[in-house]
């Protein structure tokens, strides 16, 4: 009996390597990205392109991942997103230009789009009920270790080594999942499909890119000036386009229709302003710890990974929280202690000692973690099973923009107050001032949070969150 449970929990754990991978990357490269604006000779302000061209390709692709998974058969498109991956980790390992690593990262991001719902997906469809809590337990320690070892891996490897091989790594573990996938995986489809919204997915997808993108080359990277706000209203019409295209479509992509729930909408469009504030953190830190404060990547990351360590330690009390203090309050009063645990990184200098910085990050992490599950948690208290699937890609989708927006707006308030100064190159205080500014920017979701009802979600936090 022992050898069939063993067996049946090879799916999960060929699913949860291939999401560490995935995690892992998404902040590896974070600690590394002085190193590669030297080598590729731009400013590393540029390189925000990197990180949201990712992350809108995660938001592009992740609504169509069930789809394609119930259309061409779930073994099918997990192995095709590895191999996309992996292909998009070679490209970055060879780029030698801003333009073609923006390529190679949002390369990246379709392999990831696809990696996670769908191993979701092969996970709940192959494991037996009896196994399944176990199974889905799996998916959490990607989520969690990733953060953990991506900084002071990438950092290690940049001081030691050279940046390329953040990408280098991801190969045999790749390689390994296309082997252990084609041979333990089910290859299951759907018999009955409704039609794929393909006149949406172009419009919401080019949308999407086209005006992050626009947004992101502000400040002449990459493109024009013209270029950038071209692209901008394009994005702006297309989108516009796709909210007419939603009202008369039978089966539109994404279901704008959800967001007349209140606790719906007040953990996706409350929960957007809250991680653009937050999204910032991980591209505007290790830059000030770095080219401010003049520590090694290495050194940067050991420090900025110990936010994922107070992360994981609040997950353990999340549940008794809720139950303590119910969600409204949480969202509400939590909010004002996360946008605090950045605002004060304006105070920190290169003589503040690493242990206050530890303990800072440390704290600032149980209250990310802890408004991160709360929120994923009220999103669906309201929801009917029906209806769980389009919720579970609008709130996909709203959360990769969110942190894209993030890292766009942190990197144009630190170019703005740097010019302000008269400064070409920004200082330690000019990051200091732009982290004031985005936890204003966070606090500024307590207002979408005030109206809920005092008992929202109150018979999901006595029961289990969301993690």
């Given at each position: ?410 990197a144009f308030s630190l170019q703005s107050i740097a010019w302000l100064q008269g400064n070409t190159v920004p200082l330690s205080r000019d990051y200091g001032m732009a982290f ?32």
């Open positions: 009996m022992q050898l069939k449970i063993s067996a049946g929990m090879l799916t999960p754990l060929i699913v949860a390597t291939a999401l560490f991978m995935e995690n892992m990357d998404a902040t590896v490269i974070s600690t590394s990205l002085p190193a590669i604006a030297r080598d590729l000779a731009v400013n590393p302000i540029a390189l925000k392109l990197a990180l949201t061209s990712y992350l809108v390709s995660l938001a592009v692709f992740i609504p169509i991942s069930g789809w394609m998974a119930d259309r061409f058969g779930a073994r099918t498109i997990f192995r095709s997103a590895i191999t996309v991956f992996i292909a998009g980790s070679l490209l970055c390992a060879f780029s030698s230009t801003l333009e073609g690593f923006v390529i190679a990262r949002f390369i990246q991001g379709m392999g990831g789009a696809m990696m996670v719902p769908v191993g979701r997906l092969v996970i709940l469809r192959t494991t037996h009920k009896k196994d399944l809590v176990k199974a889905l337990g799996y998916l959490t320690v990607p989520a969690l270790l990733g953060p953990v070892f991506g900084p002071p891996l990438g950092g290690f490897i940049s001081t030691y080594f050279h940046w390329r091989w953040i990408f280098f790594i991801n190969i045999p573990i790749g390689v390994l999942g296309l082997v252990l996938a084609a041979r333990h995986i089910e290859n299951l489809k759907e018999s009955s499909l409704t039609p794929l919204d393909l006149p949406g997915f172009l419009m919401s997808g080019v949308g999407l890119s086209a005006l992050m993108l626009g947004l992101a080359t502000e400040g002449e990277h990459m493109l024009s000036a013209r270029a950038s706000l071209a692209l901008t209203g394009i994005g702006v019409l297309l989108l516009v386009m796709y909210v007419r295209h939603y009202r008369l479509s039978k089966h539109p992509l994404l279901d704008l229709s959800l967001f007349s729930i209140p606790t719906f909408h007040a953990s996706v469009i409350g929960g957007f302003v809250f991680r653009v504030g937050i999204g910032a953190v991980p591209f505007l830190l290790p830059l000030m710890l770095q080219l401010g404060f003049g520590f090694s990547p290495f050194e940067s990351g050991l420090l900025t990974c110990s936010t994922a360590i107070g992360a994981i330690f609040m997950k353990t009390l999340v549940q008794r929280i809720l139950q303590r203090f119910g969600f409204k309050r949480v969202l509400t009063v939590n909010t004002i202690l996360a946008a605090a645990s950045i605002a004060v990184f304006a105070l920190f200098q290169n003589t503040t000692p690493h242990w206050v910085m530890l303990l800072v990050f440390v704290i600032g992490g149980c209250f990310r973690s802890l408004q991160f599950t709360s929120l994923n948690s009220i999103a669906f208290a309201d929801i009917e099973s029906d209806r769980m699937s389009h919720a579970t890609s609008l709130s996909g989708v709203a959360q990769q923009l969110a942190a894209g927006f993030g890292v766009t707006v942190g004031l500014v985005m936890g204003a920017l966070t606090l500024l979701s307590t207002l979408l949070f005030l109206p809920l009802h005092r008992d929202a979600g109150a018979q999901l936090a006595k029961g289990r969150s969301r993690e």
